[in-house]
């Protein structure tokens, strides 16, 4: 079975940078859309940010600009460069995969937490 | 954007009861991009139906999807112990992808 494994996750002051790393098990890593969703502590899901097995992209408003969605099909990793943090994006980020058929998110890492302060 | 309302917000109910989570979106969604998730506290979301009424592979029977257009319906037909936790409605129609604000399960 696929599994997904975040990295990168800390403490982070506010304008900092960080960089998150999702390893996906497996051989399939290449023909499936990725995605980055997060949870603030107490608070529900937010999808941030998706990458098609082509590496279009698309982003939440609120991280636009300042955060980036990669893949490298070579090594079976997604990775998510935020930089400009803020306070508000203290969060759970977790990556998840997007089935072909429907788009929904059938597997899911288990999380790695970023928190953003002074 | 298209917004995802979930009704309603917490619910309380006892094992064996059926129990039904709304969803409903801002703008007509096609069903195959209705999906349906369950999070256990401190845990990663779990699929449990996609296309409105598909169940995942794994996911018990007692789970059940339904709706099409904007009005979408997730019932568990008898509840277990381990069914008292949060779900979420997501819509994967829009390149800008929701969830909805959750539903709280209390015994």
């Known amino acids: 079975e696929v599994q997904l494994v975040e990295s990168g996750g800390g403490l982070v002051q506010p304008g900092g940078s960080l960089r998150l790393s999702c390893a996906a098990s497996?051989?399939?890593?290449?023909?499936?859309?990725m995605n980055w969703v997060r949870q603030a502590p107490g608070k529900g899901l937010e999808w941030i940010s998706y990458?098609?097995?082509?590496?279009?992209?698309h982003y939440v408003d609120s991280v636009k600009g300042r955060f980036t969605i990669s893949r490298d099909n070579a090594k079976n990793s997604l990775y998510l460069q935020m930089n400009s943090l803020r306070a508000e994006d203290t969060a759970v980020y977790y990556c998840?995969?997007?089935?072909?058929?429907?788009?929904?998110?059938?597997?899911w890492g288990q999380g790695t937490m970023v928190t953003v302060s002074s | 954007d298209i917004q995802l309302t979930q009704s309603p917000s917490s619910l309380s109910a006892s094992v064996g009861d059926r129990v039904t989570i709304t969803c409903r979106a801002s703008?007509?969604?096609?069903?195959?991009?209705l999906h349906w998730y369950q999070q256990k506290s401190g845990k990663a979301p779990k699929l449990l139906i996609y296309?409105?009424?598909t169940l995942q592979s794994g996911v018990p029977s007692r789970f059940s999807g339904s709706g099409s257009g904007t009005d979408f319906t997730l019932t568990i037909s008898s509840l277990q112990p381990e069914d008292f936790t949060t779900y979420y409605c997501q819509q994967s129609y829009s390149t800008q992808i929701t969830f909805g604000q959750g539903t709280r399960l209390e015994i």
């Open positions: 497996g051989n399939t890593f290449r023909i499936y859309s």
């Open positions: 703008q007509t969604i096609t069903t195959s991009y």
């Open positions: 998840a995969r997007m089935t072909i058929s429907s788009d929904a998110f059938d597997i």
């Open positions: 296309a409105a009424s």
């Open positions: 990458i098609s097995s082509s590496a279009t992209t």
